[in-house]
C-alpha cells in the first residue's frame, strides 16, 4: 500500500525564515525631579462661598379676597359628549309568582310530628332512711393523743449599747488623691487658611501628564510580503484512500430483508382497532349493596331520666365538729423593735477636709522634682531631714498606706 496522501503529495514543505523582533531603544532615566502637584491641588483654589437666598416666596400675611378659579384641566379639556343613553342588554322578565299559597312545610315536620310527653313511671323502690340505735363513735386519733402544752413566754433581744468606732474615718477618694490640677497646652486650630498663597497666579493649562508623558515615536510596522499561490499544473485526484484500493468489482447494493407491507385497496375505510376487536364491552349487571343485618332490639318501655347522683343520694342534716384548737391568748405587749443597723453601729461622723491636690502648692509640702511620668514630687516639711515623699498618682500602689497617713497629718 502507497503511505502517500493527497495532503503530502499536493502540500509541499516550504522554507520558513526566522521572524524578526523589533529592538526598543534602551531607557534613560530623566535628570529632572517630578512634581508630585496634582490638577487638582494646582488649579481647583478656595473662593469664599456667599449663602444663596431661598427660592420659596414668602408666605403673605394678608391673604387674597378674589374667590379662586377651582376649574382643573380635565374638567376644561374633557367634555362630556351628546350622546343617547343606550338601552342595557337585558333579558326579558318572564318569572310570575304563582297565585296558590306556598306550602312552606318540610319533609321533616311532615315526617316527624311533634309527641306530647308521655308520663312513665319508676319502678325504682323508694329510698327510705336507715335508723340506727348506735351512737356515732366521734373520738379521733388527733383527740386521743394530743397533749395540750404550756406556752413558754417569748425570748425579748436586748439591745447592745452603742459603741462608736475608734479609728478614724479615712475622707480620701481617688479623685482627691490622683487629681492634680495642673494645666496643659491650648489645643492647637488645624482649621486651613482663610484665603490660602497663590490665587493671584494665572490659570496654567499645562497638567502633569502633558509635561512628564511625552508621546513617543513609533517605529514603521514590519510586514511580510505574503508568496503569491502557484496552483499545481496536474489534475486533482479526488478519490480517497478507501475509494482507491478497498474496491469490489462484483459489488451489489445490500437488499432489506424486511417483509413488504401488503396494502389492502378497498373503497370501504376499515375503522376496527386492535382495541375494539380484543377488549369487547361486557354484559354486566348492577350489585346490590351489602347491608348488615340490625342486632340491637330498643326497648319498648318508656326511658327513666334519672341520674347516678338523683338516685342514690340522700340528704343528711349538718352534723357541729369540736374544734380542738388552742385559744388565742390575746394581744402582746409592746416590745421594742431591734433598730440597729450595721452602719448605726461603724458609722463615725468626721470632719470634710480640703484635699490637698487642690490646691497650687500644698500646704506643709515643699516641691521637690518631677519624675518620668510628669508627676510632680513634694517632700514633708514637719520632721526635719525627712525624706519620704509623697506622690499624688494612681500609678503608685506599694507606697498607698504611707501617703496616706502623711497626708492626713
Known amino acids: ?69 377651582c376649574l382643573p384641566t380635565y374638567k376644561a379639556d374633557y367634555l362630556p359628549w351628546n350622546q343617547p343613553r343606550r338601552e342595557p342588554l337585558r333579558l326579558e322578565h318572564k318569572y310570575r309568582p304563582a297565585s296558590v299559597r306556598f306550602d312552606y312545610r318540610t319533609t321533616h315536620q311532615d315526617d316527624y310530628p311533634i309527641k306530647g310527653l ?85 490659570f496654567s493649562n499645562t497638567t502633569e501628564f502633558r509635561d512628564k508623558y511625552q508621546a513617543w515615536p513609533t517605529p514603521q510596522m514590519f510586514s511580510k510580503a505574503p508568496i503569491p499561490y502557484v496552483p499545481p499544473e496536474e489534475r486533482m485526484d479526488l478519490l480517497t484512500t478507501a475509494q482507491a484500493h478497498y474496491t469490489y468489482p462484483n459489488g451489489a447494493p445490500a437488499r432489506s430483508c424486511r417483509p413488504a407491507l401488503q396494502i389492502k385497496k378497498s373503497g370501504r375505510f376499515e375503522g376496527s382497532t386492535t382495541t375494539k376487536d380484543d377488549y369487547k364491552q361486557w354484559s354486566s349487571m348492577r350489585a346490590e ?33 369540736k374544734s380542738c384548737k388552742p385559744h388565742w391568748s ?7 423593735v431591734e433598730a440597729q443597723t450595721t452602719y448605726t453601729i461603724s458609722f463615725t461622723p468626721k470632719e470634710m477636709v480640703r484635699c490637698l491636690a487642690s490646691y497650687p502648692e500644698p500646704p506643709g509640702y515643699t516641691f521637690k522634682e518631677v519624675d518620668a511620668s510628669g508627676h510632680r514630687i513634694y517632700k514633708q516639711i514637719s520632721q526635719a531631714g525627712s525624706q519620704q515623699s509623697s506622690r499624688l498618682s494612681v500609678d503608685d500602689s506599694e507606697n498607698s498606706n504611707q501617703r496616706k497617713l502623711e497626708v492626713s497629718a
Open 1 to 69: 500500500m502507497e503511505g502517500l496522501t493527497t495532503s503530502r503529495r499536493d502540500f509541499g514543505p516550504h522554507k520558513v525564515a526566522p521572524v524578526k523582533v523589533h529592538q526598543y531603544d534602551q531607557f534613560v532615566p530623566s535628570e529632572e525631579n517630578m512634581d508630585l502637584l496634582t490638577t487638582y491641588k494646582k488649579d481647583y483654589n478656595y473662593y469664599p462661598v456667599c449663602r444663596v437666598d431661598p427660592i420659596k416666596p414668602r408666605d403673605s400675611k394678608y391673604p387674597c379676597s378674589d374667590k379662586m378659579e
Open 118 to 202: 308521655v308520663k312513665t313511671m319508676s319502678c325504682k323502690p323508694l329510698a327510705m332512711p336507715k335508723v340506727c340505735n348506735i351512737p356515732l363513735e366521734d373520738l379521733t386519733n388527733y383527740k386521743m393523743s394530743y397533749v395540750a402544752h404550756p406556752m413558754e413566754k417569748r425570748f425579748v433581744h436586748e439591745a447592745e449599747k452603742f459603741r462608736p468606732c475608734e479609728i478614724p474615718f479615712e475622707s480620701l477618694t481617688t479623685h482627691k488623691q490622683s487629681f492634680r490640677g495642673l494645666t496643659g497646652e491650648p489645643a492647637k486650630s488645624l482649621k486651613p487658611l482663610a484665603r490660602p498663597p497663590g490665587l493671584d497666579v494665572p
Open 289 to 321: 349493596p351489602v347491608k348488615p343485618i340490625p342486632q340491637l332490639n330498643f326497648p319498648t318501655e318508656p326511658l327513666d331520666c334519672l341520674t347516678t347522683t338523683q338516685a342514690h343520694y340522700v340528704p343528711h342534716p349538718p352534723i357541729n365538729t
Open 330 to 336: 390575746g394581744p402582746r405587749g409592746n416590745v421594742p
